[in-house]
């Protein structure tokens, strides 16, 4: 079983950075395809970025791309999101995801394991 913990959530100010990281146990990372997701209040769960197992592959949602970065360490079986230029519209908390697949995935439905998430709130 895969445990996920996600940290590095908090409050910036409009056109600010954060890094959040997803820390992972109980499975072998190098063979997980992962994602970061975000829900913001009243709205539905909606994909931000996603990295194949390998780092070799990345998507991003339109609306994150320019300004987010996802990365991973299978050294350290951490997988990051850079988040740059940040939007008071980016508030919302911040799910990490992972599934096992060599190929990274926009649709939730296709992971299998999940974080409890951290909030990030921008302000303007």
């Given at each position: 079983q895969v445990q996920l913990v996600e940290s590095g959530g908090g409050l910036a100010q409009a056109?600010?950075?954060l890094r959040l990281s997803c820390a992972a146990s109980g499975g072998t990372f190098s063979s997980l395809s992962m994602g970061w997701f975000r829900q913001a209040p009243g709205k539905e769960r909606e994909f931000v970025a996603a990295?194949?197992?390998s780092g070799a592959s990345m998507y991003y949602a339109d609306s994150v791309k320019g300004r987010f970065t996802i990365s991973r360490d299978n050294a350290?079986?951490?997988v990051y999101l850079q988040m740059n230029s940040l939007k008071p519209e980016d508030t919302a908390v911040y799910y990490c995801?992972?599934?096992s697949s060599a190929y990274?995935?926009?649709y939730i439905s296709s992971y299998d394991y999940w974080g409890q998430g951290t909030q990030v709130t921008v302000s303007s």
């Open positions: 056109g600010g950075s990295i194949s197992r350290k079986n951490t995801a992972a599934r990274a995935s926009v």
